[in-house]
């Protein structure tokens, strides 16, 4: 089982930037794809963007693509969440989370095929 601590989180004006971690114990982080998913108050979660266990595939939302960047330093059991460009609807609670071993950008959207997840980082976005 792999633990996972996100970080980063905070308030941020619109326009500005944020960079979230989500550092992962275990020696398997580098199999697995790897995910952000964010919920805000009220609604379901939903996904943001994923990675493939190497790094090489990508993944995201269309609301974020451009904005935001998924990246992972394997070496250092971390994937990141660069976010920029925010906005007030980016306000929301970020989950990271651990997929499967094989990558799929249809699957690596779905909620369903993340095993284990953080406890959140809260990203609040001003106008």
């Known amino acids: 089982q792999v633990q996972l601590v996100e970080s980063g989180g905070g308030l941020a004006q619109a326009g500005g930037s944020l960079r979230l971690s989500c550092a992962a114990s275990g020696r398997s982080f580098s199999r697995y794809t790897m995910g952000w998913f964010r919920q805000a108050p009220g609604k379901e979660r939903e996904f943001v963007a994923s990675i493939s266990w190497s790094g090489g595939s990508t993944h995201y939302a269309d609301t974020v693509k451009g904005r935001f960047t998924i990246s992972r330093d394997n070496a250092k059991n971390t994937v990141y969440l660069q976010m920029s460009s925010l906005q007030p609807e980016d306000t929301a609670v970020y989950y990271c989370?651990?997929?499967?071993?094989?990558?799929?950008?249809?699957?690596?959207?779905?909620?369903?095929?993340?095993?284990?997840w953080g406890q959140g980082t809260q990203v609040t976005v001003s106008s």
């Open positions: 989370a651990t997929g499967g071993p094989y990558w799929s950008s249809s699957s690596s959207s779905r909620a369903e095929n993340f095993g284990s």
